[in-house]
């Protein structure tokens, strides 16, 4: 049955060492989208993300616009790879399950908050290049991982109050 089938994903999912040779597996599995649907998807995730961030991180958001930093330089490779090569692997099948599974989209949002808010401390007082190159380097180990994971939950209610339908935005790997 389905669940079956599922589960052996994750079995050979949790069992690939290498990162991006999950997602491309996890990609052709899943993938019912043409690539420029796939961008598309992805440009309109990040829209959605500008305006969570506007709500539920104002001072960050008025660095970045100070900065005038886009969100879309570091986010949209973090929704196009699903958070893989930012988040612990295991955080990241922790994710797709969420996502995927329960069918709660708006996770997504929640999880690119939380790593946002995460590095917020870091963030406020740098300048344009170096909030640039440091989000687009982040790679977050196990334990600060984790952490993201219960933030996003945390954050997940307001995130859907605030957006709740994630509006403009279908996952780009399912129908």
Same mark, same amino acid.
């Given at each position: 049955?389905?669940?079956?089938?599922?589960a052996?994903y994750?079995?050979i999912?949790?069992?690939i060492?290498?990162?991006?040779?999950?997602?491309?597996? @996890?990609?052709?599995?899943?993938? &019912?989208?043409t690539r420029?649907? #796939?961008?598309?998807?992805?440009i +309109?995730a990040?829209s959605? =993300?500008?305006?969570?961030i506007s709500k539920?991180?104002?001072?960050?958001?008025?660095?970045?616009k100070k900065?005038e930093?886009?969100?879309?330089?570091?986010?949209i490779?973090w929704?196009?790879?699903?958070?893989i090569?930012?988040?612990?692997?295991?955080?990241?099948?922790?994710?797709?399950?969420v996502? @995927?599974?329960?069918?709660?989209? &708006?996770?997504?949002y929640a999880? #690119?908050?939380a790593i946002?808010? +995460?590095?917020?401390d870091? =963030?406020?007082d740098?300048?344009?290049d170096e909030?640039l190159v440091?989000?687009?380097?982040?790679k977050?180990g196990p334990i600060?991982?984790?952490k993201?994971l219960?933030?996003a939950l945390?954050?997940?209610?307001?995130v859907?109050?605030?957006?709740p339908?994630a509006q403009?935005?279908?996952?780009?790997l399912?129908?």
């Amino acid at each position: 049955d389905f669940w079956s089938i599922m589960a052996l994903y994750s079995l050979i999912f949790s069992s690939i060492h290498h990162e991006l040779e999950a997602f491309r597996m @996890f990609y052709c599995v899943f993938s &019912s989208s043409t690539r420029d649907q #796939a961008h598309i998807n992805t440009i +309109s995730a990040t829209s959605g =993300l500008n305006f969570l961030i506007s709500k539920l991180l104002p001072a960050l958001d008025a660095k970045f616009k100070k900065e005038e930093i886009d969100y879309r330089l570091f986010s949209i490779r973090w929704l196009a790879e699903l958070f893989i090569g930012v988040l612990d692997i295991t955080v990241v099948f922790a994710i797709w399950d969420v996502i @995927f599974f329960d069918g709660n989209y &708006s996770f997504f949002y929640a999880v #690119a908050i939380a790593i946002i808010q +995460s590095q917020s401390d870091f =963030l406020v007082d740098k300048g344009f290049d170096e909030i640039l190159v440091h989000m687009n380097r982040l790679k977050l180990g196990p334990i600060e991982s984790q952490k993201i994971l219960k933030l996003a939950l945390k954050l997940l209610p307001k995130v859907n109050q605030l957006f709740p339908l994630a509006q403009g935005f279908q996952v780009p790997l399912t129908d």
